[in-house]
């Protein structure tokens, strides 16, 4: 059975750091691009970043410069690592899988995780 499982959010302050992590099981990543996408209270989803399998990354104009997506292949894990977080950063984070090259189309990815919260909040 395919699967995603993301852990690692919470409650940060403004100004910190989560590592969000994706893990896959069923499947590994070779062949996939991995996108981690959130969605906050009334508002739609949104790509975040992305990996492909081949070392290719595209980020939200948003995040750029404070998140950075990596994989770990013998762990089957894709990280998000969120630093200077901001209250507009609060979300549900979701991780997802798509076969082929780099995309943060949401129709092209086939498998998703249930979603992480993370909270910025003084």
């Known amino acids: 059975q395919l699967r995603l499982v993301e852990s690692g959010g919470g409650l940060v302050q403004p100004g910190g750091s989560l590592r969000l992590s994706c893990v896959a099981s069923?499947?590994?990543?070779?062949?996939?691009?991995i996108g981690w996408f959130r969605q906050a209270p009334g508002k739609e989803r949104e790509g975040v970043s992305c990996?492909?399998?081949?070392?290719?990354?595209w980020y939200a104009d948003s995040v750029k410069g404070r998140f950075t997506i990596s994989r770990d292949k013998a762990k089957n894990t894709v990280y998000l690592q969120m630093n200077s977080l901001k209250p507009e950063d609060t979300s549900v984070y979701y991780c997802?899988?798509?076969?082929?090259?780099?995309?943060?189309?949401?129709?092209?990815?086939?498998?998703w995780g249930q979603g992480t919260q993370v909270t910025v909040s003084s």
């Open positions: 997802a899988a798509a076969l082929g090259p780099n995309t943060i189309v949401e129709v092209d990815y086939d498998y």
């Open positions: 069923g499947f590994t990543w070779d062949n996939y691009t």
């Open positions: 990996s492909s399998s081949d070392g290719i990354t």
